[in-house]
Nanobody, 122 residues
């Protein structure tokens, strides 16, 4: 299976920046398709923050447009989320999500990262 390892979360003041990383490891057996970031705040449903396709097309939640940027490095099988102008409302556990195709069988599965905490507070 694909293993997703997230990093980059932490505590930051309002207006600050953080960059999250999610590295996919599969022994080079899988090809990564769509890669996304979700987040879940206390008492709230998990919501989609941003998605990037294999070809580089991106989509963002309205709440983060103009502040967040998703990118990917296909050679490293890694997706990033650059977060700028952070607000207290951005506080949540952020989860990486990928759709991956098995190179041999061409079957597609979905995988979740373990989550990384982002806290925006003074």
């Amino acid at each position: 299976q694909v293993q997703l390892v997230e990093s980059g979360g932490g505590l930051v003041q309002p207006g600050g920046s953080l960059k999250l990383s999610c590295a996919a490891s599969s022994g080079n057996i899988f090809s990564m398709n769509d890669m996304s970031w979700y987040r879940q705040a206390p008492g709230k449903e998990r919501e989609l923050v941003a998605t990037i396709t294999k070809g580089g097309s991106t989509n963002y939640a309205d709440s983060v447009k103009g502040r967040f940027a998703i990118s990917r490095d296909n050679a490293k099988n890694t997706v990033y989320l650059q977060m700028n102008s952070l607000k207290p409302e951005d506080t949540a556990v952020y989860y990486c999500h990928v759709r991956a195709m098995h190179i041999v069988t061409r079957t597609i599965g979905t995988y979740w990262g373990q989550g990384t905490q982002v806290t925006v507070s003074s």
